[in-house]
């Protein structure tokens, strides 16, 4: 498993962390500090078990108000971010 912490900017949550498998490949958890709990504990069971690549393709540049980002486009940083730890890009 392949453990990544993401400060996100921009939004409530103080932190997300992301749990993907060995090779980055499917989500297996995601938990945020902070922010709307309900919500982001819908989308934290929403995406478990997706693969990373249809869920950034689906909240990648989704925003709330007028911030220019949300706490689902910053959970598809963090997931990008732990998938190029596994394959061993970053």
Known sequence: MVSHDYTPRRVCPRNIHVDLSDDGSIIENVEFDGGCDGNTKA????????????????????Q?????TSCADQMTIALAEARALAQGVA
């Open 43 to 62: 989308v934290a069971k929403l995406v478990k078990g997706k693969s990373v690549d249809e869920v950034i393709s689906l909240l990648a540049g989704n």
């Open 64 to 68: 709330c108000h007028n911030r220019g």
